[in-house]
C-alpha cells in the first residue's frame, strides 16, 4: 500500500496527466481483481483522489455495495462534475435504504441541483433520511427547499442539536445569498430572528443578526438599533459588535439619541461602544 500512495501522489503533481489516465485504470481494474473489501476500499480511495471522469465506471457498480457505499459516492463525488451528479441520481432509485443517504450526501457536496426534487422527496417520505436530506439541500441552496430547512430548524427550537437542522439552515441561508436570492436569505434571516426570542436561542438569533450584516451591510443598522434594546446582554453585545463595521458620525448619532432613553444596562453598553476608538 505505502508505494501505491506514494505513486498516487506521484501522478497528482503537475504535467502527469497521461500518468493519472493510466493509473486510474489500473486502479479501477484493480477493484475487481482483488479478493478482499479492505483493498477494494483502498483502490476507491485512490480513485477519490486522483479520478476524474473516466473513474465513474470503475466505482458506478460499488455506489449500491453495503460494504463500498460510502467510500464509492465519496470518491464519485470528488469527481466533482456534471457527469458525477447524473450517476450519483441514476443510481438512488435502484438503492438501499441503508446506501441512499449515502448518494444524497454526496449529491449535496456536488451540489446538483438536478437532485434537488429527488433530495426533497427523500425528505417528506423516509424519516430515516431526514438529516442526510437537509445536510445535501444546505450547500445546494435551492429557493423551494426554504420550507423543508425552516421547519426542521423551527422544530430544533432554533437550537443546535445532534440532528443540526439550525446549522444546516444558517448554512442554507448563506448559500440562498451567494446564489444572487439575497432578498429571500434576508427576509428569512429576519424571521428567524423573530422567532427565535428564547434564551436558549440567543445563539441562533446572533446567527441570523450575523448573517443580516454580512448580506445588506450597512443596511442591517435598523436592526441593530432595535437589538440593542433587546433584554439579552448576550445579544446586545453581539449587535454592538457587528455596528462597529458601520460605524460612522451618523449611527454615532443615532447611538446617542438611542442612549438617553435606554436602561442602566444598555446604557453602561452604548457608553463603553461608544467610548472605543473607530
Known sequence: EFAISAYTKSVMLPGKKDQRKRAVKVYGNGIKEVGDDVSRQFLVKQLELIGDDEALPYLAPYINNNRLSGPATRAVAQVGTAAAGKLLLQQYAGASAANRGNIIEALGYLRYTPAVATIQS??????????????????????????????????????????????????????????????????????????????????????????????????????????????????????????????????????????RTASAPVKVQLINYLADAK
Open 122 to 259: 427523500a425528505y417528506k417520505s423516509e424519516a430515516g433520511l431526514k438529516k442526510n436530506a437537509s445536510y445535501s439541500l444546505s450547500p445546494i441552496g435551492e429557493s423551494s427547499s426554504a420550507e423543508i430547512l425552516h421547519g426542521a430548524a423551527k422544530q430544533a427550537q432554533f437550537t443546535y442539536d445532534t440532528n443540526n437542522a439550525t446549522s444546516y439552515y444558517t448554512k442554507y441561508l448563506t448559500q440562498l445569498a451567494a446564489n444572487k436570492q439575497d432578498a429571500l436569505a434576508a427576509k428569512l434571516a429576519e424571521q428567524m430572528i423573530t422567532e427565535a426570542t428564547a434564551a436558549k436561542q440567543t445563539h441562533a438569533r446572533i446567527v441570523a443578526l450575523t448573517l443580516l450584516a454580512d448580506f445588506n451591510n450597512s443596511k442591517v443598522l435598523p436592526l441593530l438599533y432595535k437589538a440593542v434594546k433587546d433584554p439579552d446582554m448576550e445579544y446586545r453585545a453581539a449587535a454592538l459588535k457587528l455596528a462597529g463595521r458601520f460605524r460612522d458620525a451618523a449611527s454615532d448619532k443615532q447611538w446617542i439619541t438611542l442612549l
